[in-house]
């Protein structure tokens, strides 16, 4: 059983998370506004569309996680409402003259269930390492803006950083129960790896380079289980769009062979220039996740070259993912064509559970 205090400790980033959430979606207004009702409204709309069996028109992410979770707020707000309100009017009619409440309950049950997932990773995490590990990890979540400017939205990039923060913290179990050789739990992990990881990348296809973590689990028999769920979560979760899966395989690979933004202009790749300059965009849309990245990839090309000749380089190096370098150029290529920093979500939420684990281990060299 945890302490009092150490709960509370534990409970101190997740009503951070909440408070600086609600704020930035009270000072963004409503939805309706020029800036925000794309992707917004498509989404309840769509969410509106699985309500009454009809497949979501809206498949670009794809995002039927997002519009699967959009019909629970949307049940609950119009079965409470029938319940005290004498007027009965259909669901559709209810949601579109009740649009901006629709939305806005949405985001509050999306930041509320993100704020419950950041307390349960704290706990869990303070078992498997410290509490110091955990609320590190906790607060990293507020390390970039690019992460803060989504909460508060009706959008993939919200979503994202649950199933991140979720899923990073079944690594850790896994690892903690894989040192002890529980199996039974660990078995069971590694099937929760694989659906958290499907869940990710229906959501938004941006999230696939976190997938590569599946093959770091450490023997071929969980990589494979892992990776059988991975795939029913992903022919679990885009079910509703089943009918129209041949629009969203168009349009990546419109996106893919076509050098103009989201799959215009010429077929080809983009001319260097211009990659660079999109490049650039990103870098100073959040130079601290340049920072971060271009930090721990030194430090695991140091902790590589002199490992022999040092224990303490030698854990950190043993601590970092081995396919980080990996996750980042891959996150990056998909991105710099297209370069908006919110496509980075992902490797932001990975960056800063890297360096967690890179924190935890300097503890104690710490004054």
Known sequence: MKSIKTKILISLFPILYFLIAITIKMIRGPYWLNYQYDPEYPYLLNSLNILYGHPPAHLDHPGTT???????????????????DSVHQPLATFVIRSSEQSLSLISYSLISLTAVIIFVSGLKLSTYRSIFYAMTFQSSILFFATVLFAFGRVSPEPLLVLVCVGLFTLYEAFEYYYERS???????????????????????????????????????????????FFLLSIATFTLPIYSKSHFFWNWMKAIATHRGLYGTGEKGLPVPDELKTNLNTLFHT??????????????????????????????????????????????????????????????MIFCGWCLTRVLWITKPFMP
Do not use: C, E
């Open 286 to 347: 959040d130079p601290p996740f340049f920072f971060v990245a271009a930090a721990i990839i030194a430090l695991i090309i140091i902790s590589m070259i002199l490992k022999k000749k040092s224990h303490y380089l030698s854990k950190v190096g043993r601590q970092l993912p081995a396919p980080f370098a990996a996750i980042l150029a891959i996150q990056l290529a998909i991105t710099v064509k297209h370069p908006n920093a919110r496509y980075l979500i992902p490797s």
């Open 182 to 228: 529980n199996l039974k739990i660990v078995n069971h992990l590694a099937t929760a790896i694989g659906v958290v990881s499907g869940i990710g990348i229906v959501t938004k296809v941006t999230f696939i380079p976190i997938v590569l973590l599946i093959f770091k689990l450490p023997t071929i028999k969980f990589r494979l289980k892992s990776s059988l």
């Open 66 to 84: 997002l519009q699967l979770f959009g019909t629970i707020p949307l049940l609950f707000h119009y079965t409470w409402n029938s319940i005290f």
